[in-house]
């Protein structure tokens, strides 16, 4: 009976700890998510009441009991934490603490202000290691100065495995694991960051960051030319859509978007391999990309005004109005479909010549030879919204025996 009372009193101290917890994060990030009901906060008040009465019994005839004191410390205090907002700055509290050692795996790097921290630690005499993507969305003229990570002391190590690091976890002094699906970037994603200290965890996630250290080259000089190309098509390379799958999307409301590729479209071909597509040649988007980092749209008005006109139209389409998940295709000469394929992320800077922004694309089906015909001309303008019917373009495209004239 009296370790039963012991357990039961240790089990109801720790959700009263729960729950001031939550109530106390409520308070210190002004966000209501996750927040107690007001039955668990009078829950909470009354165990707070509860502890006097029940400290005397603990004190005289459990303490002596060894390893009860410990048990009982642990089973109230080591528990994970989970969040859903405010993220960068719970990483950096919790990055900021760190004393002697950080291992980080992250996939995307980009947010300054956990870079700053990092920084700072590699300052202090922290030893901080960082396994990433070496790519062109970690690697950027706009992007962190890694130079300056590695003139500092920071150990640098580019994944070179054939498979996507998909990682996002730190390991901080070797007593805490901080890991989600959180990518260090800016993102409007709805995203998790859960912290914990169990040893048995740390111990699982130290081992996996030495086996990706394995596979990784160590980098002492940034070098653009040793950059591999950023594609989020890794993320869905064992995807296949079927004919079907298209179907069902376009007929549960996705967007049919054309963009028009120019005067040389042979030239999309690398956009194809890499999956992107790239817009804006007229570079109304440049001031965006030289005064934010991140995209919002809800600060494209801005920039750009109320402009609507011309080039202006089609990358306000492009930017604002296109979707993830949406389907575009992409023509040549107004009239000849040379590929299809599905949105896959938000507008980001492009670093190359002639446009200034793209989107990454999943193209399913790329025409090089003998292109779909169009049964009219499309307008001369950059994009649009394809008019026509998008179950025809899909049918046409997948199963040409069986498809209807466009």
Request: glycine residues 6%; proline residues 6%; charged residues 20%.
């Amino acid at each position: 009976m009296m370790l039963w009372a012991f357990l039961m009193e240790g089990l109801e101290t720790k959700h009263m700890v729960h729950v001031y917890a939550r109530y106390g994060r409520g308070k210190l990030f002004f966000t209501k998510t996750n927040q107690p009901t007001p039955e668990e906060l009078q829950q909470a008040k009354e165990q707070l009441k509860d502890i006097p009465r029940f400290l005397p019994f603990f004190i005289i005839v459990m303490v002596p009991a060894p390893g009860v004191t410990e048990g009982y410390a642990l089973l109230c205090i080591m528990s994970p934490a989970a969040y859903f907002q405010n993220l960068p700055a719970i990483l950096c509290r919790h990055l900021a603490r760190a004393e002697q050692r950080i291992r980080v795996a992250v996939c995307w790097f980009s947010h300054r202000d956990i870079f700053d921290v990092l920084l700072q630690k590699l300052r202090a005499g922290v030893a901080v290691e960082l396994i990433l993507e070496y790519d062109s969305q970690n690697i950027q003229p706009r992007g962190l100065d890694f130079q300056k990570w590695i003139k500092l002391g920071g150990l640098l190590y580019a994944y070179r495995d054939t498979a996507l690091m998909h990682h996002k976890f730190a390991l901080v002094d070797d007593r805490l694991l901080l890991t989600g699906s959180y990518n260090w970037t800016y993102t409007g994603n709805a995203e998790n960051l859960i912290v914990m200290d169990d040893p048995g965890l740390i111990a699982a996630f130290h081992g996996e960051f030495n086996r990706l250290k394995s596979l990784s080259v160590p980098i002492r000089k940034i070098r653009p030319a040793e950059v591999k190309a950023f594609a989020a098509f890794p993320l869905f390379q064992n995807t296949h859509f079927q004919l079907t799958d298209l179907r069902r999307r376009i007929s549960a409301g996705a967007g049919v978007w054309w963009v028009n590729m120019g005067r040389h479209p042979e030239a999309w071909g690398v956009h194809f391999r890499e999956h992107r597509m790239p817009f804006d040649h007229t570079g109304l988007l440049r001031p965006y990309w030289t005064a934010y980092r991140f995209w919002d749209e809800n600060l494209l008005p801005d920039i750009m005004g109320e402009n609507k006109a011309g080039p202006a139209r089609s990358v306000r389409q492009l930017a604002r109005r296109m979707c993830v998940g949406d389907v575009v295709l992409a023509i040549a000469k107004r009239r000849e479909i040379r590929a299809l394929g599905v949105v896959q992320s938000d507008p980001r800077p492009f670093a190359g010549e002639h446009w200034t922004t793209c989107r990454d694309v999943q193209w399913l089906r790329v025409i090089d030879d003998t292109p779909l015909i169009l049964s009219r001309q499309l307008s001369p303008a950059s994009a649009g919204r394809f008019r026509g019917s998008a179950l025809k373009i899909v049918q046409a495209l997948f199963a040409p025996e069986t498809a209807p004239d466009i």
